[in-house]
């Protein structure tokens, strides 16, 4: 256990620069585009106004009044970038072990105790890094509307409406918490997923560790067809019987892959 | 001795930053939605437990289902994991599972006087017949012998309508509409099916609403000489001597119902803003009845949208339609006699949260 | 003492290793020589444990526990980012046989600062904190992979007298070295290795004897043949 914390501690640590530039970025990108929209719209209107020696309330009846909600499109950018980002780190969190001018697989390999703690460090660190995006992205939403309630002029901005999320914003930041812990079951699954071929292609020499690879992938896709397919067409189960039974599809599919990943890492695994 | 600082850390903020957000979904607003009799009780028997759906589409879809009897509210929201499958059918709660899971299979479904029927066709030609009772919370299983006839994989035999302790049976093909001369008829005390002829042979175009004591009420589509681009309908009642259409019933925007086990033919029309406005068919006398109830407070939508909910069962309209003041008006009546037997209001006490009528169910 | 028998390895189907089997006593430094690329470094890599292997065990006092064992690598295996106090206090951490006292002299011997970063260090540097890593642990055998290579003299000298001053008592060695002839007078044993098998096996003295030959003759001889 102290082997495992210690290895996870050592991870975050190794990354721990790279996440804080990228977080600081993201949230500097999004406050901004509030703001920028919010000025964007006044200059609009002040435009049309111009333009069309309109008066303002002619104008906001034109180009129609701003809302958080439209302000947030670098928001759903920013988290989909954040989503390329854990999974980059999915995989650099092992390759950077072995390429570089330092070979810390070595040191990993050869640490006293079960290699376990070696992949469940790793899995740790990614999954932090993930829920932390998830936490720290609806912090800088909720900042971002109360930036937006400062900056916007009261009559430019719509009238009270509760929805703080776009349309596609809503498909992340539900405010259905089993959406959220089922995302997060989703992308643990494939971390676990990349985890398994990262540890493939690194226990086989090239091109038998690329072959490896893509029959894993064959295998996860054809698993995920199969029950897919299965829950489509069966009738025997009831709607809640298919998504209890999906999640434990799920599961399933996680533990395989952690059980091969840490017999590669015993058995198969070579620097 | 190296400290944990990046662990703990990590793990501080993860956990405090979706702490916020858990907080923020926990302490979302939410309607305050009472219920307020203006006339008759809401306890009474032909409510049974009747459930108004709301539905606050501005943050997720959020089902509020409001019990007319006793003003309790319940809350469901829909997940990505419970819209991945849906039941075939939805069944009530109380149903035992088995019926559950007999309904998704390939079962033809019919829906009366709060009884669920699923037929199904086995392959060697008989049936399974399974229903459901709301009220006495009781399930019935019949497996029915067919004449030599039938089969089941060339045709589909989907229940219609319950008469009496007589279940009526439509042949219908897989691949196009055929000519149809007869229906099946399921005996539900002696658990026999016979085949019974139809006083006419119906075309394509043509479907059967109702079948009462030998009168066949059908219904016809056709596209007129004036305006060949909207399909319209006729409504035709037969005994096999005489044909006559229901002219008095038909209507656009008009949508017809069956009540008292085919006995009596109901035509709605719910979206006029200013009024409901229905009619009525007796099978049996051939009186016709037409009715109108101003609602002078029902909510205008210019742009579309803010649809009534109805349902006919029981022998009654069950109908909600929101209120200019954005509360919802629910009204149940008899419909042949218009008397108003409920009327109540569901008020929304916090009016920060918008909500639509969704639905309406009968528990 | 360690033993090694039988070991196998092929990458795909070309064979390294061909059923190597040889033997490291306690309180002796044993060489593993052989031309580039014949497997030396897999060897040790396999004893580590750090590459699986076909077939072949290897025993530590007659039972199989690699946490006798300690293994200094050809190349750097720290993080970049750490400092050589980052490094000790990373072994302390990990290795409850690790032992601070004869990292620190280590230290101070090979007069490196704790503040330095490894990265910014020298090769030579680089090599003395790997050495370090490795001799710190107080474990009875030892692995060194080439650890002189790219090296300056001076170094190489400080670095082999250390041996007989402070790393051979107690400790059985494994070293693989093109470097023979700067710590020729240290070797108790040599192993030659060719095609992956183990040709020729002796104690140096015994070979001295024998052959009247110096190591690095008869590698050459081993070699030319």
């Known amino acids: ?271 | 001795m190296r400290s944990y600082k990046y662990f703990i850390g990590f793990i501080l903020i993860s956990v405090v930053s979706l702490a916020f957000y858990v907080g923020y979904v926990l302490n979302l607003e939410k309607p305050e939605l009472v219920v307020e009799t203006k006339s008759g009780s809401p306890k009474q028997s032909t409510l049974q437990n009747l459930q108004i759906n709301l539905i606050d589409v501005v943050r997720q879809p959020t089902d509020f289902s409001v019990s007319i009897k006793d003003g309790q509210v319940s809350e469901s929201k829909s997940s990505y994991l419970n819209n991945m499958y849906l039941d075939r059918v939805y069944i009530n709660d109380k149903a035992p599972r088995s019926f559950k899971q007999f309904m998704q299979e390939e079962t033809y479904t019919l829906m009366q006087d709060s009884v669920t029927y699923g037929l199904k066709g086995r392959e060697d030609g008989s049936w399974e017949l399974q229903y459901w009772d709301l009220k006495t919370k009781k399930l019935t299983t019949k497996q029915l012998s067919t004449p030599s006839e039938v089969n089941n994989k060339k045709y589909a035999y989907s229940p219609f309508q319950r008469t009496e302790d007589l279940l009526y049976v439509e042949r219908n093909s897989m691949d196009e509409q055929t000519q149809r001369s007869f229906i099946y008829v399921i005996d539900l005390k002696n658990n026999s099916v016979r085949k019974q002829q139809l006083p006419i042979k119906l075309k394509k175009n043509e479907y059967i609403e109702s079948f009462y004591k030998g009168q066949l009420l059908f219904s016809q589509t056709y596209f007129p000489k004036n305006n060949p681009d909207t399909e319209q309908q006729r409504l035709l009642m037969t005994d096999g001597k005489k044909t006559k259409r229901l002219k008095q019933l038909e209507g656009e925007d008009f949508n017809t119902r069956i009540l008292n086990e085919g006995k009596l033919i109901v035509t709605i029309n719910e979206n006029d803003e200013t009024q409901l406005s229905w009619n009525t068919f007796d099978m049996e006398s051939e009186k016709y009845t037409v009715h109108q109830v101003p609602l002078p407070d029902r909510k205008k939508f210019p742009d579309g949208g803010g649809f009534p909910v109805s349902i006919l069962e029981n022998g009654r309209i069950y109908f909600s339609y929101q209120l200019k003041n954005d509360d919802y008006r629910v009204l149940v009546f008899n419909p042949t006699s218009a008397n108003i037997e409920y009327e109540g209001n569901i008020t929304n006490k916090n009016p920060k949260i918008k909500l639509s009528l969704s639905d309406m169910r009968l528990k | 003492m360690l033993e090694v028998h039988g070991l196998q390895k092929k990458y795909g189907k070309k064979p390294v290793l061909q059923g190597v089997s040889f033997s490291v006593p306690m309180d002796q430094l044993t060489c593993l020589i052989g031309l580039n690329g014949e497997g030396k470094s897999t060897i040790l890599k396999a004893i580590a444990g750090l590459v699986p292997v076909n077939a072949g065990t290897v025993l530590v006092d007659g039972e199989i526990n690699r946490n006798k064992i300690a293994f200094v690598p050809d190349i750097q295996t720290m993080p970049g980012y750490m400092t050589v106090g980052d490094a000790l206090t990373y072994m302390a951490d990990y290795y409850s046989d690790w032992n601070q006292e004869t990292a620190n002299e280590l230290m101070r011997i090979f007069q490196l600062l704790s503040t330095d970063k490894i990265t910014d260090l020298s090769k030579g540097n680089q090599a003395k904190v790997s050495l370090i890593l490795g001799f710190a642990l107080d474990r009875p055998y030892l692995l060194l992979d080439e650890p002189f290579a790219g090296i300056d003299l001076f170094t190489k000298e400080q670095i082999a007298g250390l041996f007989s001053s402070h790393f051979m008592e107690g400790r059985g060695i494994l070293m693989t070295t093109h470097e023979i002839q700067e710590i020729e007078h240290l070797i108790d044993r040599v192993v030659f290795l060719q095609d992956g098998r183990i040709i020729d096996e002796h104690e140096t003295e015994e070979m001295r004897e024998l052959y009247g030959k110096s190591v690095q003759d008869r590698m050459r001889e081993v070699y030319q043949r």
């Open chain 1, 1 to 271: 256990m102290k082997q495992y914390i210690q290895l996870t501690n050592e991870e975050i640590k190794r990354s721990f620069k790279l996440y804080v530039i990228v977080v600081l970025v993201m949230a500097a990108i999004e406050l901004v585009s509030v703001v920028a929209q919010v000025m964007l719209h006044e200059q609009n209107i002040k435009n049309f106004m111009e333009n069309n020696r309109a008066t303002l309330s002619e104008a906001l009846q034109q180009i129609g009044k701003l809302d958080y909600a439209d302000t947030t499109s670098f928001f759903v950018f920013m988290t989909l970038i954040g989503i390329v980002f854990v999974v980059i780190y999915a995989f650099q969190i092992w390759y950077r072990d072995w390429l570089g001018e330092t070979k810390y697989i070595y040191r990993l390999l050869m640490l006293p105790g079960r290699r376990y703690s070696i992949f469940f460090s790793k899995l740790t660190a990614v999954f932090l890094v993930m829920i932390s995006f998830i936490g720290l992205q609806w912090c800088f939403l909720k900042a971002g509307s109360y930036l937006f309630d400062w900056s916007i002029q009261a009559e430019y901005q719509k009238s009270s409406n509760t929805n703080i999320f776009s349309s596609s914003l809503e498909e992340f930041y539900t405010t259905n918490l089993t959406n959220m812990i089922f995302i997060i079951l989703i992308s643990t699954m494939i971390v676990c997923l990349i985890f398994l071929l990262v540890l493939l292609e690194r226990s086989h020499r090239k091109v038998k560790g690329l072959i490896r690879v893509a029959i894993e992938t064959t295998i996860f896709v054809s698993y995920a067809f199969v029950c897919i397919y299965f829950l489509d067409q069966t009738h025997l189960l009831l709607s809640s019987e298919k998504d209890a039974l999906f999640i434990g599809f799920v599961f399933v599919y996680m533990i395989y892959a952690c059980w091969r990943s840490l017999r590669l890492l015993k058995w198969k695994i070579s620097v």
